[in-house]
């Protein structure tokens, strides 16, 4: 027996109860701004081969337990109604991250405003982030509902726990739905900060000595598991603390290029200094 099947044994997921945690995370996201009108969806994957789903075409902050849908992994629907068109974004993370148990996908308007920017959620500067988080990646646009968004999506899934999709949002996912729905509000509440503390004059990185700190908590407390050190989060690797292993990102409208940026002064003095050695 595989673990899967091992894991929904010792913990099976009740779908009536699954369905009522549906309909109250939906009220939450409506409710928080995270959607509007019928965007986003939201699953929860009750065994092996089935899924329940939040419907096509319906708003998050009005939905009734009976008005969910039930597909198979293939995304076969299983009963009279239709799930999201977007469910193969569901199915692409729960195949890849058999742990995993719930998906929430929203537009939450601070992430969304960096995933249209072009930028990830990727800076060490709040250390509840890096301790419950990690880095948030942002992955190429690709067009919602077809394989071009899941193919996208692919490279990041593994290492992550939220993605932002370019020109469109953001995606949570979790052990259960809690957890989805929190790493979704992290990740919102994060880009937030971000924003109001450019308008402050920019935030300021952690060292990376507290970095290394902070992983070093949310390994040895089970936040988050040493994989998370595979990230596409450039402090890693500036701390010098990155995953051994050989993980490559394609990055998003050249998001994930490394950016070095200097102050006029220190400009002007790079300048000169390399006028005095030619
Ligand atoms: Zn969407």
């Not at 595989?2 to 996201?29: H, T, Y």
């Not at 990690?134 to 993605?163: I, Q, R």
């Not at 952690?206 to 290394?212: F, N, Q, R, S, T």
């Amino acid at each position: 027996m595989g673990c899967v099947n091992l894991w929904f044994l010792l913990f099976p997921m009740d779908e009536s109860q699954a369905r009522k945690l549906i309909v109250e995370i939906g009220k939450l996201m409506y409710e928080h701004s995270y959607v509007v009108s019928s965007d986003g969806n939201v699953s929860i994957r009750l065994d092996e081969d089935t899924v329940v789903a939040t419907p096509t075409m319906t708003c998050k902050g009005r939905m009734t337990e009976d008005c969910l849908a039930l597909a198979d992994m293939e995304g076969k629907p299983l009963s009279e109604q239709r799930a999201s068109s977007e469910l193969a974004m569901h199915l692409l993370i729960y195949k890849m991250r058999p742990e995993i148990k719930a998906v929430c996908h929203a537009h939450p308007p601070h992430g969304t405003a960096f995933a249209v920017a072009g930028l990830a959620i990727d800076k060490p500067i709040l250390s509840e982030v890096i301790l419950t988080l990690g880095c948030v990646p942002l992955t190429d646009y690709g067009t919602p509902s077809t394989n071009e968004l899941t193919g996208a999506m692919k490279p990041f899934v593994e290492h992550h726990n939220a993605l932002l999709m370019a020109n469109h949002g953001a995606v949570a996912y979790g052990e259960d739905l809690w957890q989805a729905f929190d790493r979704l509000e992290t990740l919102e509440h994060t880009a937030k900060i971000a924003i109001l503390a450019k308008a402050l004059g920019g935030a300021i990185d952690l060292p990376d000595e507290a970095i290394e700190k902070l992983i070093n908590i949310r390994e040895k407390a089970g936040y988050l598991k040493a994989n998370a050190r595979c990230q596409a989060c450039g402090y890693l690797h500036d701390a010098g603390i990155a995953c051994d292993l050989d993980v490559s990102y394609p990055s998003a409208n050249g998001a994930g290029e490394r950016r070095i940026s200097f102050t006029r002064e220190e400009l002007i003095e790079l300048l000169s200094q390399a006028a005095k050695l030619g």
